[in-house]
């Protein structure tokens, strides 16, 4: 069992070196429209969408994203579960669900664990749909490769020593075993850049791929849309604010960290000012 190569990021690859989805398997899948700003948790299930076919084996998330609002930002995040995390891949499709670039689960490296943020892979897209469509497509799979591998982990006490300037214990790092399920995180975030013509190859030859857009689709010439000025979140009320406060509280000292950060997001969304200082500080007591 071979474990996957923390902090190394792999290049964004041509389509064609992706494994082979028949046609009519990807057109019978439910895809999950994502408009950004969003975050999204999924729990990739046996229960949901799954492709067991050539390399492809287990679980897997399907999503549709507009092509009209300029470049996309991606972040895609899968979570560490005790010891089992789900190895992604990611195959994007232009809006006529043909194969337009392809991300290994290498390009998806392990992440440690930080005051907010728990055991992950994690990597970012950029891509910036071609003009002329309305939408392109997200497939997330793992492969049979992937289950047959491993990641290394950082042990928490190693983290949390690292995070506080002590001296970092001599003790074993856990392994997390990759499984055909599990739970991913996507975040995608929009930019407008009305006026911009795309010049050049359609896939780049070198270079670091998260840093470089990866064009998607045709290349018809069409007036972009003007991307809606995002709504400024209101102050959440006192009464509201005490209780995320005090559920925060209770899930890190219940030991439930997963709970307590997705009661931090769910109050940073609805405008809370001081859910983030409760958790750091619960954290740290």
Do not use: C
Request: charged residues 20%.
């Amino acid at each position: 069992m071979a474990a996957a190569p923390a902090g190394v990021y792999a290049a964004q690859q041509d389509a064609s070196t992706a494994p082979e989805i028949a046609s009519k398997t990807l057109r019978s899948l439910s895809w999950t429209p994502l408009v950004p700003p969003v975050t999204q948790d999924v729990q990739l299930s046996t229960a949901g969408a799954q492709i067991n076919q050539g390399d492809i084996q287990g679980a897997v998330g399907a999503f549709s994203l507009p092509a009209d609002r300029g470049s996309l930002e991606i972040v895609l995040t899968s979570v560490v579960t005790g010891k089992t995390v789900y190895a992604p891949n990611v195959l994007v499709l232009d809006e006529q669900m043909r194969p337009a670039a392809f991300y290994p689960s290498s390009y998806f490296p392990y992440e440690k664990p930080g005051i907010v943020s728990s055991d992950r892979l994690e990597g970012t897209l950029k891509l910036t749909p071609a003009l002329g469509q309305k939408q392109i497509y997200l497939l997330v799979y793992t492969t049979r490769k992937d289950l047959d591998t491993t990641t290394q982990m950082v042990n928490p006490a190693k983290a949390y020593a690292a995070g506080v300037g002590n001296a970092v214990p001599d003790i074993p790092d856990p392994v997390a075993r990759h499984t055909a399920t599990g739970t991913i995180s996507l975040k995608v975030t929009a930019e407008q850049k009305t006026g911009n013509v795309m010049i050049g190859q359609l896939f780049p030859s070198s270079g670091n791929a998260a840093a470089t857009p990866v064009v998607v689709g045709n290349t018809q010439p069409q007036p972009a849309a003007a991307a809606a000025p995002a709504k400024p979140s209101e102050p959440m009320l006192d009464d509201s604010d005490a209780w995320f406060n005090e559920s925060i509280k209770k899930a890190v000292k219940a030991g439930d960290v997963d709970k307590a950060l997705k009661l931090l997001d769910e109050a940073e969304r609805l405008g809370s000012k001081t859910a983030r200082k409760t958790f750091i500080e619960s954290v740290k007591q």
